[in-house]
Every structure is written in structure tokens, then in C-alpha cells.
């Protein structure tokens, strides 16, 4: 069931600063539309859509740079220049790219988007994922108001736990369970069976509960195991493609709890930060012009409250 129409602005201002990381992977992402998936066998030609640094964690820390005024990504990248081309994109959008450097190629991906805007992706590579033993600034965590999780080993999820509020994708949560390190919330896709998982199984279940169903809206469950649905926001515009909805998603999550919102509340903000992404091109806009690369660090500490939309529903 679709919902109201997301909002056309972002949170109001005027709650204390709000400091954010990811702690996560990157692919070197190039999106392409065709008619139909092709066959087995097929050939078929394709638009270029959208080119940039993707993948569950750049596109998170875009999302909570542009919501928190800037965002630290904590990641492992190969010496290349598909890691040169990442963070100089991440940090013209205010994203402090901190990377261990690997001696393996940083990964791409390929996405092909079908004329429903739904993508089916092909990731080409190891994932580079960042770990404890790497030498990266993870005692700033300590100080960071919320973090989202999408890899790294058991020690970097340990580092993560020191934010005041931890969300993480549900695709992790075979290390949620062996490192048996808890997190306030967890988020994933009823649709991909790679993010399907049972909390029960976790030593201690999270706080919240996010499983999306993309236009279905979803479901969210307290650690009590109470249930409610959300509905879907109605994109502002014809949906354009579904890349990085979910991402998108699981940032504004992060971001609203990280302001103190409560389960409803920040899941009706997540929801239309995503259908904003579905009727735009690509996950994120990339930026044009060359500027200098880095953080904004003007941005650092722009204001922000918990988000508010009226209007949205949800029911038990």
C-alpha cells in the first residue's frame, strides 16, 4: 500500500549536532538500463544510467552526510583508480573517506535496471571490508551519535558498538550472531534472501526490526516481538530506478534513531528518504564539477532534529 507523498524538504533544524559514521564496503558501481533482463544467451544493448562509488556503505554515508552535514566512512579500498574516483566523489558530498589500502583491486559492480526501474546486480571482485587490526581512527566512534553497519570483521563491529546507537543490514547477521555483539536496530529486504534472518538467533535481539517490502511498505518489531506495518511513501516523481532505495533506507534510519525518534517515527522518515531515491537517477546525484576533495568540513555539526512527516500511518 502506497502512503503520502514524500516530503519535499529535509528534517527542520534546531536539535543538537548529530555525528555519524559507516563503518562498511564500496563497489565502483556502473548502472544501465535495458528493456528486459536478457536470456541465457542473449545479447543486449544498454544505456548508461549512472557511474560512481555504490555498494550498501557509500551509499549510507552520502545519504548521512547530506542529512548530518558530514559522515565518516570507515572502509578498505585496493590502490587504484577506482579508489582515487571514490573518494574524490565521496568527499566532494562531505563523506571523510578513512580506507586501509588493500593489495587487491577495489571491487565494481554492475547493475542492470529493467524498464520497471527494479535492478539486478552483478558485483565483479572480492569485497574489501575494513578490520580492528587496520590503522583507522576507530576511537572517533566513541563520540559518533549513530553508526550503520554493512561489513567488516568482528572487531570493526566491536569499534562500531561504541556509537551511542548501532543499526546494521541484516545481510551481516551470520558475524551478529558469532561475535554475539548487540545493535539497537537491524534492517533488511523481505525481497532479498540474502537479508532474511531470524533475531532469535541473535544473543540478544535488536531494539528494532526493519524488514522492507519496497512498494508493500513493511514490517517493524520491537525486541518484544510487537509488530506493526508501515506503509510506503508515494514517490514525488515517476520511479526512475530502485538502486540504492534500500541503502537510503537503512541511513535515514540510522539517522533518525541517532536524534532520539522513536520506531515509528524514524521508519516513516526512512521510508520517504527512500522513495526520494526511487525517483531519482542513481543512488545519489554525483557531483559534476571538480571541486577539492575531502570532507566539508564547514558542514561538520550543521544542525538537525528527528524528522517529522505528518500524514504517514502505521498500523499494528
Do not use: K
Not at 43 to 65: K, N
Not at 88 to 101: K, N, P
Not at 150 to 170: C, K, M, P
Amino acid at each position: 500500500m502506497t502512503g503520502p507523498p514524500a516530503p519535499r524538504h529535509p528534517p527542520p533544524t534546531g536539535a543538537p549536532h548529530l555525528r555519524a559514521a559507516v563503518v562498511g564496503h564500496l563497489e565502483w558501481t556502473t548502472l544501465a538500463r535495458v528493456r528486459q533482463l536478457p536470456a541465457r544467451g542473449d545479447i543486449v544493448h544498454a544505456d548508461v544510467l549512472w557511474e560512481g562509488p555504490a555498494g550498501g556503505g557509500a551509499v549510507a554515508a552520502v545519504r548521512l552526510a547530506a542529512l548530518a552535514g558530514a559522515c565518516t566512512f570507515f572502509t578498505a579500498l585496493g590502490d587504484d583508480q577506482e579508489a582515487r574516483r571514490s573518494r574524490e566523489v565521496l568527499g566532494r558530498l562531505g563523506v571523510e573517506v578513512v580506507a586501509a589500502v588493500r593489495d587487491r583491486p577495489t571491487r565494481s559492480a554492475v547493475s542492470l535496471v529493467d524498464a520497471s526501474g527494479e535492478r539486478t546486480t552483478t558485483t565483479l571482485g572480492a569485497r574489501l571490508q575494513p578490520e580492528e587490526a587496520d590503522d583507522l581512527p576507530w576511537e572517533t566512534l566513541r563520540s559518533c551519535d549513530t553508526v550503520y553497519f554493512t561489513a567488516g570483521g568482528a572487531g570493526a563491529l566491536a569499534r562500531a558498538r561504541q556509537a551511542a546507537v548501532l543499526t546494521a543490514t541484516s545481510r551481516e547477521f551470520p558475524l551478529l550472531t558469532t561475535a554475539g555483539i548487540p545493535v539497537d536496530a537491524m534492517v533488511g529486504s523481505a525481497d532479498d534472501p540474502a537479508e532474511r534472518c531470524d533475531p532469535t538467533g541473535l544473543p540478544r535481539p535488536p531494539g528494532l526490526l526493519v524488514v522492507t517490502e519496497g512498494a508493500q511498505g513493511g514490517v517493524y518489531r520491537a525486541r518484544d516481538g510487537t509488530a506493526r506495518r508501515y506503509r510506503a511513501v508515494r514517490p514525488p516523481r515517476p520511479v526512475v530506478d530502485c538502486y540504492g532505495a534500500g541503502d537510503n533506507f537503512a541511513a535515514a534510519l540510522a539517522f533518525a534513531l541517532g536524534t532520539g525518534s522513536g520506531a515509528a517515527e524514524a521508519v516513516t522518515f526512512a521510508a520517504g528518504t527512500a522513495a526520494l531515491c526511487a525517483a531519482t537517477r542513481g543512488p545519489y546525484a554525483v557531483p559534476r564539477t571538480p571541486g577539492p576533495t575531502g570532507p566539508h568540513r564547514s558542514n561538520r555539526g550543521a544542525p538537525c532534529a528527528p524528522p517529522s512527516f505528518s500524514g504517514t500511518s502505521t498500523t499494528p
